[in-house]
């Protein structure tokens, strides 16, 4: 649990909980959905931008399959944690603090992500070879984060819950 909840009440027997980003938490049950989604949607946040750019610059440049998923990938992690990163030494964390909190709140979270939108993509036929002009390579590239945002929520969710991934970033935020 993070040490910054306040109890709120009870709801069917459970302890309510509300930390200070006024997320509302259930105690010894898990993270309640709401703050998963939000969780979530703050590491696809930094992930999509990562992606985005690299498939950008692959594609623009006329880059084979792999090379370009492979930056795309490397960016996604690398703004995905830069957003953790940033707020983090906003909270007032000190550089290598700051970054072994985002690299533990991120890790399993943006790695599911990209799997998962990176497989969608490989699996959707044409995808892999639609210019940045298509349709098919954004509807595919779009379709690929809907996906991972919906898998990836229960995965924060259980994280969060036992006090993993982005609750250890959480943790932080004053």
Do not use: Q
Not at 24 to 41: F, R
Not at 139 to 160: C, E, Q, R, Y
Request: positive net charge; hydrophobic residues 50%.
């Amino acid at each position: 649990m993070n040490h910054s909840t306040h109890r709120t009440g009870t709801a069917s027997g459970r302890t309510v909980t509300r930390d200070h980003t006024g997320h509302h938490g259930v105690h010894a049950h898990g993270a309640s959905w709401s703050t998963a989604a939000k969780a979530t949607l703050h590491c696809l946040t930094g992930c999509a931008v990562g992606e985005i750019l690299g498939m950008v610059i692959g594609t623009a440049l006329l880059w084979g399959n792999v090379p370009t998923m492979v930056l795309a990938i490397v960016l996604s992690f690398v703004f995905g944690y830069s957003f953790t990163l940033f707020a983090l030494r906003r909270a007032g964390l000190d550089f290598a603090t700051a970054l072994k909190v985002a690299l533990a709140a991120d890790t399993v979270s943006i790695a599911v992500m990209e799997l998962v939108d990176n497989g969608i993509i490989a699996l959707i036929p044409g995808a892999m070879d639609a210019h940045l002009s298509d349709g098919l390579f954004w509807s595919s590239l779009l379709g690929g984060f809907a996906v991972a945002f919906l898998i990836t929520t229960p995965v924060n969710k259980w994280m969060i819950g036992r006090g993993k991934g982005h609750a250890v970033a959480h943790a932080h935020h004053h």
